[in-house]
């Protein structure tokens, strides 16, 4: 049901990017597809389309033209670029995105520098995603409209740094002068609350929004992560210095034994494998491969819809705040 009244939240950065509620959905490999996009930005936040889910430039196309029929909100997509044996054409992936008409980008993986001319012609606004200050300000000096910052608590890569977000976002406050969210570790409203008040502008969420109704992955998987708790995750690729944090099962343990006792990335290659992860969010097999969730998962306790989950996020923190305000009267 609608709240009665519908709160507000407006800032720098949902008005930079022309959004109701500082609150976006993260690009997730396999998880951001368009219903799920459209239903955050449907609510108010701001979705994210994962350009290199779609197998080819064209199909992202189609994913953004199926993202359109479901939203007349802005959306996002998100372009991840890391080194790989064999790249995708992430030239083929951009170009795409200018075609489109999208107007808001996440980068992450590397930094921004060589699609930032692009996307500065074609009027779109990048937040760039990155996990320390000193990424942060160099994002901040090639353009980029927002940085998004993720703490060691994040899915997916947290860096080397490992530098929780209770430190990391009001160090970002101190140093950054343009709009930044607080990504890692927030689910509900008192994360949001508590972002605001550390300096940050909103939240960015994975973990959280893979537990939802339109987030296309089984039901198995998203039932795993409402009976996970916060120690069920493990840190894999530490020594490689290509640490990603995702979820405990008899793989990563696995991946986690063998490079722990000197092994190299060729010997865990066949357990980590891309494919193998896929299999797991498609058929809901747990231990088929790695696949990412964030040390959150122990504050998850249900699959709501995401355009109910953004609202009450927002209704939350404003509860939160206004009662721990009323503590100092
Ligand atoms: C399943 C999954 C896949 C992800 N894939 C990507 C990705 O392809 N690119 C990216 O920039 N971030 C990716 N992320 C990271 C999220 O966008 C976000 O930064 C992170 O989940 C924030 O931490 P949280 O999970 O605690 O909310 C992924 C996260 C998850 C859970």
């Not at 570790?185 to 909103?202: H, I, K, N, Q, V």
């Not at 973990?207 to 939802?212: E, I, V």
Request: proline share 6%; with cysteine.
């Amino acid at each position: 049901m609608e709240p009665l009244t519908k709160p507000r939240l407006r800032n720098r950065f949902t008005e930079a990017l022309g959004i109701e509620y500082p609150v976006v959905q993260g690009g997730m490999m396999w998880v951001g597809r368009a219903e799920l996009a459209a239903a955050v930005s449907e609510a108010g936040g701001l979705g994210m389309i994962t350009a290199l889910t779609q197998p080819t430039p064209a199909d992202l196309a189609a994913e953004i033209a199926r993202a359109r029929t479901l939203t007349d909100k802005p959306f996002g997509v998100n372009l991840t670029i890391l080194p790989s044996i064999s790249p995708p054409p992430y030239d083929e992936y951009r170009q795409v995105i200018v075609d489109s008409g999208v107007k808001i980008v996440e980068t992450a993986g590397s930094s921004p520098e060589p699609h930032m001319p692009t996307f500065a012609a074609a009027g779109i606004k990048v937040i760039h995603k990155c996990t320390s200050v000193r990424h942060a300000l160099r994002a901040e000096k090639l353009g980029v409209t927002a940085v998004s910052i993720d703490g060691f608590e994040c899915a997916g890569h947290p860096g080397e740094d490992d530098v929780p977000g209770l430190v990391l976002i009001p160090a970002a406050a101190d140093a950054l002068s343009i709009p930044f969210i607080a990504s890692g570790g927030f689910a509900d409203g008192r994360g949001l609350a508590a972002a605001l008040t550390l300096g940050a502008d909103g939240v960015n969420m994975g973990t959280r929004f893979m537990c939802t109704t339109e987030s296309p992955i089984s039901q198995t998987v998203k039932e795993r992560i409402v009976a996970a708790s916060e120690l069920d995750t493990n840190l894999i690729f530490r020594s490689l210095r290509n640490t990603a944090r995702v979820a405990k099962n008899s793989i990563s343990d696995q991946v986690v034994e063998i490079l722990s006792a000197g092994g190299q990335f060729p010997d865990v290659q066949p357990l980590v494998a891309g494919a193998r992860g896929r299999k797991v969010f498609e058929n809901g097999d747990l231990e088929a491969g790695i696949w990412s969730v964030g040390l959150v998962q122990g504050l998850i306790r249900d699959i709501p819809d995401a355009g109910e989950l953004v609202r009450r996020i927002v209704v939350e923190a404003q509860t939160v705040l206004t009662e721990r305000l009323r503590l100092f009267s």
